[in-house]
């Protein structure tokens, strides 16, 4: 699924909250003390989900600061794809959002649960995006 939207931030903005974002990540469920210098393309990584007390891998498939991130998201009964491709415009930051979710494989679906699993995708994808919108904004006010 691949959704496009032009959020009101730099560049810049958006690559340095996604760095915070994955040591955050990183640092609250390992013992590695990263850096933004370790965020790359091969980084592994391995969370534990409390509630479900499942295993959660991560791996950075690829990532080039201002034009794309890309991560696999492997647990024991899915595996999720998730892709941010950049491009700054005039008016903001153009991204292209790509998530595959294994699991759903259309041809396993009738076509209305199809249309109404695609809609909660795609809506739970605009609002991850413009909760990062927001994130970013707000750290920007902070500065001021």
Do not use: P
Not at 31 to 48: A, E, M, P, Q, R
Not at 59 to 74: D, N
Not at 99 to 116: R, V, Y
């Amino acid at each position: 699924m691949k959704i496009t939207r032009i959020l009101n931030v730099e560049e810049k903005e958006f690559y340095d909250y996604l760095e915070q974002e994955v040591l955050l990540d990183i640092q609250g469920n390992t013992s590695h003390d990263f850096s933004v210098k370790n965020i790359k393309k091969g980084l592994k990584y391995t969370k534990y989900h409390e509630v479900s007390n499942s295993r959660i891998d991560i791996f950075i498939e690829e990532y080039l600061r201002g034009s794309v991130y890309q991560v696999k998201i492997k647990t024991a009964v899915d595996t999720i794809t998730i892709c941010y491709r950049t491009k700054q415009l005039d008016q903001g930051l153009e991204i292209i959002f790509n998530q595959k979710i294994e699991s759903f494989d259309n041809a396993k679906h009738h076509l209305l649960m199809k249309w109404f699993s695609e809609g909660i995708y795609f809506g739970r994808m605009s609002d991850t995006l413009f909760e990062i919108q927001e994130g970013i904004l707000k750290a920007r006010n902070e500065e001021e």
